[in-house]
């Protein structure tokens, strides 16, 4: 520790160091509302779990004084909903690949194409064959 360290930290001064707060009551004060709202958000996740679990809705939220409500979302809800319906979900998927025109995609199930056999006639071109499969396993 430095010597301003232990100049401001000296404990026969009595005083703690409350860093931004005024006085001990006001720590404690900021304390207190902070276990509050610890304990409201605690409540407000044991009820959304809950609800998670029963596939029920979740609750209204209840927000705390000068809190802003959250904005409802409807995503799961609609996703639950095309995920459901067959339809819906071919319709979605065929619209998507229809907007992917620069990729291109394998028709048929993606099976290879395979080159035309080729005839051989001579023992030269066999040979030729085979010293150049020979050559590209190692």
Known sequence: MTEEENKTQDPASGAPDLGKFKSVDALARAYRELEAEFTRRSQRLKALEEAARSGEAAPD???????LPA??????????????????????????????????????????????????TTIGEAGALALGFLRHQT
């Open 61 to 67: 939220p209840q927000p705390a004084q000068g809190a």
């Open 71 to 120: 904005p409802p979302s409807d995503d799961e809800a609609l996703y639950a909903a095309a995920s459901q319906n067959e339809e819906v979900r071919k319709r979605i998927v065929g619209e998507y690949l229809a907007s992917l025109r620069t990729v291109p995609l394998m028709a048929g199930g993606g099976a290879p194409v395979r080159a035309p056999a080729r005839n051989i």
